[in-house]
């Protein structure tokens, strides 16, 4: 069974400053990983992903994750907060492996951003 | 030119009542899914289509009856709603059968039962 942590439900920073918000995962093999961003009353949109290669991952809005096989972590971060950045954060992840009951995405339970002017 | 469309947004019902949600991608993707919001914002899959063939079917009530037409609708029929039914449902899709591509998501649809 693959499972997705994201031990803050929320997460405070003041504009301008870094942000981080956590993710940590258990998968069989190797992982795929996605960061994924809500606004109110609308959708997810797609941030970023780790499929394999560089660990370091660039995505939309300036922001960035670190993927960190031996913590199986996946860290979301912005090296300065934007108030338009206040949203609600999932990550992701599914198994390399195919087969049955691989396909889907399993996703943590979110944690909320709140960038203060 | 909305990439992922439900209808409709909003849909308030009574109990016991009979609804459907429909959703259409316009970004030649091959896989469609449905996914459940609840209250606490827990994201859950409920199905997937690869091509009109069911690749995902979670645990979730015979009530819930998925139906892709062709592989850019995915629609969503639910019988005899319950109260714990009430959530957002949203409709997703992807490149691919979901494994490393991106899912593209539509803005939801919030399903209110009195």
């Known amino acids: 069974a693959q499972s997705v942590a994201q031990p803050e439900d929320q997460v405070n920073v003041a504009e301008g400053n870094p942000l981080t918000v956590k993710c940590t995962y258990s998968?069989?093999?190797?992982?795929?990983l996605f960061w994924y961003v809500q606004y109110p009353n609308r959708g997810l949109q797609f941030l970023l992903k780790?499929?394999?290669?560089?660990?370091l991952v660039k995505g939309s809005y300036g922001f960035e994750a670190e993927f960190n096989k031996s913590q199986t972590s996946f860290h979301l971060k912005k090296p300065s907060a934007l108030v338009s950045d206040s949203a609600l954060y999932f990550c992701?992840?599914?198994?390399?492996?195919?087969?049955?009951?691989?396909?889907?995405?399993?996703f943590g339970k979110g944690t909320k951003l709140s960038v203060i002017p | 030119d909305t990439a992922v469309s439900q209808t409709p947004k909003y849909l308030v019902t009574q109990m016991g009542n009979d609804k459907s949600i429909k959703c259409e991608q316009n970004?030649?993707?091959?896989?469609m899914y449905w996914y459940k919001q609840d209250s606490k914002k827990f994201l859950k899959i409920m199905f997937s289509?690869?091509?009109?063939?069911?690749?995902i079917n979670e645990t979730v009530p015979n009530r819930f009856s998925p139906k892709s037409p062709d592989k850019a609708h995915l629609n969503l029929h639910i019988n005899s709603l319950e109260l714990g039914d009430s959530a957002v449902y949203f409709c997703?899709?992807?490149?691919?059968?979901?494994?490393?591509?991106?899912?593209?998501f539509g803005d939801g649809t919030r399903l209110s039962i009195l």
């Open positions: 289509y690869n091509n009109k063939e069911l690749i």
């Open positions: 992701a992840v599914r198994s390399s492996y195919s087969g049955a009951g691989s396909y889907q995405l399993t």
């Open positions: 970004l030649g993707h091959d896989t």
């Open positions: 997703a899709s992807s490149r691919g059968r979901g494994g490393n591509q991106p899912q593209h």
């Open positions: 998968v069989s093999g190797n992982p795929y």
């Open positions: 780790y499929i394999t290669g560089d660990n």
